[in-house]
């Protein structure tokens, strides 16, 4: 039994009581729906202890019920073990989402509590409109969780710092000029921007208030000739307030949001993203616009889709970046092959040491995300995090998967490989072989222009479900500049979450590639690199595109089996080798490893 998790449910429990509150709901967001929220924002893990990046937890008075995806299954079930907590697998069979969960258990008459300020208005207003006809109420002015966790962390407050125009390849002036062609052509007065790597891509500005990602805490609201940018002034030093000053870019208090919202003349319409703004910011201007005769238009955020195709300035630094990167990720492996046969290893150390490889780099500034090594069967668990405390003893024998990357001046990296570490069996020779093939096979595609990330899925799964093995999560995902290692609006799945899976792959675009095998109490398998889209011929038949690698780092030899390989995978795999000992050979000054890099990749 988990009492610690126990008693602070009963203490939300009275809290609800007090305030009428029949269902109280938390997810996992800050208040601008990012994928990663500081630990101040961590009020679902506080009440049912999982700790991964995406979940949201609802409790009643004798129920708690808390939904995640494939990625946590096995992770929530431990963590959330003797908590009393029932764990909702997301999108498995049989499964109800939270939305039909609620309107099948809540009468007419209940009050369905949040705090609108960390709920995206597209959420809320799917509780609304699920809810209406059980007349249901909903209350979002409550933060019932910040009244019970007492020792709450602080409100991240990090300095400010602002990234050259020649580094951005753009300057903030230009790429307002692009956002304010978007409001006219909307017919709008007004853009409010909610989404933090989307203020930092456009403003050219970064920070560090959310772990692993060099974002600010912050809000925009452009009008045809104003910008108004809130954020914490604490975070401000004079480079920055000059910078802002000289790009005519007004500062207002953070917490003055609402506030200022609220007073906010508004005239015509104003455009927002029903995605990344809160339930309480959307309440606000839909009752002020109201108010004054005004109107307010859900659009995608433009800004999303002007970064996810990088600049010539971008994708010239990136690749360069990914080089060096790549070059340190190799070195690692094979420091892990011989450091493990000494016995001292753990994943933990491991991991420590590939994170301080990373930072001798020039132009480190922080992990783009904790390094994730996992050992064996720990691996099965996508997102698995090894700590000081809690470990498991590497060994030579099996595999050590690590997952892991950095943000630099000049790009933001991410690349998997899974390690021999000694003796391997047949059955993850095997499974290991077929995730190579479908890495491959997926990076090698050419595809006509119009075509998205579901349309060229099956590529990665095909060699795995040839075999009747599935991996629960994408197959890739969008990367940032310099910003959050997780990037839309496009994604490489065959299972459509919402219309933004939907978008066309464009060149500039990078994103990851990786496929992957995990059963339970056995052994974990990815193989991720990232790719560039590209122009590839265009003919009678259209533009077609392709992928372009910005991962060099070896495929392991000891993994691959021949007898699962035709003569044109064999080739491929060949040819990515060979690519690899040409980029990174040159990076590499010390001769044991140049000559264990050429064994590496020799043809098979």
Not at 28 to 52: I, L, M, P, Q, V
Request: charged letters at 30%; a negative charge.
């Amino acid at each position: 039994m988990n009492k610690v998790i126990q008693d602070r449910l009963s203490a939300l429990r009275e809290k609800m009581s007090a305030n009428g509150i029949d269902y109280y709901l938390m997810p996992t967001s800050d208040y601008h729906n990012s994928e990663y929220s500081a630990d101040f924002f961590k009020a679902r893990e506080y009440f049912c202890g999982f700790t991964g990046s995406n979940g949201t937890l609802v409790v009643s008075k004798d129920w708690a019920g808390m939904w995640t995806d494939g990625r946590y299954f096995i992770q929530a079930d431990r963590e959330m073990e003797g908590t009393g907590v029932t764990l909702y697998k997301m999108g498995e069979e049989g499964v109800p989402t939270i939305s039909e969960y609620l309107a099948e258990n809540m009468t007419a008459g209940q009050v369905l509590g949040f705090d609108g300020k960390v709920v995206p208005a597209r959420e809320g207003l799917a509780y609304e409109k699920k809810l209406k006809k059980n007349q249901v109420k909903i209350k979002f002015d409550k933060d019932l969780a910040g009244e019970v966790w007492t020792d709450r962390p602080a409100l991240p407050c990090n300095p400010i710092y602002v990234l050259s125009d020649e580094l951005c390849g753009k300057s903030f002036a230009e790429k307002l000029a692009d956002i304010r062609k978007v409001m006219e052509e909307e017919k709008a007065n007004a853009y409010l921007l909610c989404k933090l790597d989307d203020i930092c891509w456009l403003t050219n500005l970064r920070g560090n208030d959310v772990e692993c990602n060099p974002v600010i805490l912050s809000y925009l609201f452009i009008t045809k000739k104003t910008v108004s940018m809130f954020v914490q002034f604490d975070e401000l030093n004079d480079e920055v307030r000059n910078y802002c000053e000289n790009n005519d870019i007004e500062l207002v208090a953070y917490n003055r949001i609402i506030t200022w919202l609220d007073e906010y003349e508004y005239d015509g319409v104003t455009l927002y993203d029903e995605r990344n703004v809160s339930y309480s910011v959307f309440r606000t201007i839909k009752d002020n616009s109201e108010n004054n005769h005004a109107n307010i238009k859900n659009i995608y955020d433009p800004t999303e889709m002007m970064k996810a195709c990088k600049n010539e300035t971008e994708i010239k630094n990136i690749r360069d970046v990914y080089v060096k990167d790549s070059a340190v990720l190799t070195k690692f492996i094979y420091w892990v092959k011989n450091e493990v046969k000494n016995g001292t290893l753990n994943e933990y150390t491991a991991a420590m040491h590939l994170d301080n490889m990373r930072a001798q780099l020039p132009g480190f500034i922080e992990l783009s995300f904790p390094t994730i090594s996992a050992y064996r069967d720990n691996a099965a668990m996508m997102h698995y995090e090894a700590t000081e405390e809690s470990n498991a003893e590497l060994k030579p024998e099996h595999f050590l998967l690590v997952d892991s990357g950095a943000t630099y001046m000049g790009g933001t990296t991410d690349v998997t490989r899974t390690i021999v570490l000694g003796p391997i069996t047949d059955e993850e020779k095997k499974h290991y072989t077929l995730t190579t093939v479908g890495m491959l096979q997926l990076a090698n595609a050419h595809f006509l222009e119009g075509c998205n990330g579901r349309n060229l899925d099956i590529l990665a799964r095909q060699p795995l479900w040839n075999v009747g093995i599935d991996y629960k999560c994408g197959t890739g995902h969008g990367i940032g500049y310099m910003l959050n290692v997780h990037e839309g609006p496009h994604s490489i799945r065959w299972k459509s979450r919402s219309s933004e899976d939907e978008a066309a792959l464009k060149v500039g675009m990078i994103m990851s590639d990786e496929p992957g095998v995990y059963i339970e109490g056995k052994h974990g398998i990815r193989i991720e690199n990232i790719l560039e889209v590209v122009e590839g011929e265009k003919n009678s038949d259209g533009q077609f595109l392709e992928f372009r690698h910005l991962t060099y780092v070896p495929l392991d030899r000891d993994a691959l089996d021949k007898q699962y390989l035709q003569p044109r995978e064999i080739e491929a795999i060949n040819e990515y080798q060979k690519m690899v000992y040409d980029r990174i050979e040159p990076l590499i000054e010390e001769p044991e490893i140049k000559e264990w890099l050429k064994a590496e990749t020799k043809p098979l």
